[in-house]
């Protein structure tokens, strides 16, 4: 009785551990967010398993049937789209319902859009806050006044159809914050854009920027401390 928590390829498909692979080859069935992205992956490394799909929609109506299969002697390997799951992603009520079972959790890690972009940023990397996305309408801004007084680095993550109001948010909430914003990581188009939000928003205002965001923001009062 196990389930695997096995990190995907967040954009290049080679960035997936030898560790991973084995597992996904070894387990029993496979849950993913989307099975028409995860079977791409599959493909690629040659891997057929049986595929449960679960997002944030029926998750809580399939965790009984999942349960029930890993207590019948099955090992399973919970994967997202891409990246680490459970970070922005469906899966921790799942996890919680095991661990209540005596089922073993076991982590695969590896690539995560998070840490790429922190490590990448050149901002502070002792202390940070994720803050995955924020809400879409209800509390947002409440959530940009809290963000504003942040001491540490923050990091967020933000779709192609908000990241143009995001930045703009930013130039309002913390005008003098240096921020850097990394589109598609370790994709074919991968692109970074560093400076204040005034000045990221520039380059955005002529072209149509497609993809998934991660926006790190520097700590407040870091840039006077550490002049880049």
């Known amino acids: 009785m196990k ?27 496979i849950l993913c967010e989307d099975s028409r992205v995860s079977v791409n992956l599959l493909n690629h490394y040659g891997i057929s398993k049986d ?27 919970l994967i997202s789209d891409a990246g680490t799951p459970l970070i922005s992603d469906p899966g921790a009520r799942l996890v919680s319902a095991c661990l209540e079972n005596e089922i073993e959790i076991i982590p695969i890690p590896g690539a995560s859009a998070i840490l790429s972009a922190l490590c990448m940023s050149g901002l502070p990397t002792d202390s940070f806050v994720f803050d995955g996305f924020l809400p879409q309408k209800k509390g947002r801004q409440t959530k940009l006044k809290q963000l504003a007084l942040e001491e540490r680095t923050i990091i967020l993550y933000e779709s192609m159809y908000r990241i143009e109001k995001l930045l703009n948010e930013l130039n309002e909430f913390m005008p003098e914050r240096y921020i850097v914003v990394c589109r598609e990581i370790t994709k074919k188009f991968e692109e970074t854009w560093r400076g204040f939000p005034k000045d990221i928003l520039h380059n955005f205002s002529d072209k149509v920027v497609k993809g998934e965001f991660v926006v790190v923001i520097a700590p407040l009062n870091w840039k006077s401390k550490n002049p880049i």
Request: aromatic content about 4%; cysteine-free.
């Open 51 to 77: 595929l449960i799909s679960l997002n944030a929609v029926n998750e809580s109506h399939k965790i009984q049937s999942i349960i029930t299969k890993l207590k019948s002697n099955k090992t399973g390997a």
């Open 3 to 29: 389930l695997y928590i096995v990190s995907t390829p967040i954009g290049n498909l080679k960035d997936i551990t030898l560790r991973a692979l084995e597992t996904l080859k070894e387990v029993d069935f």
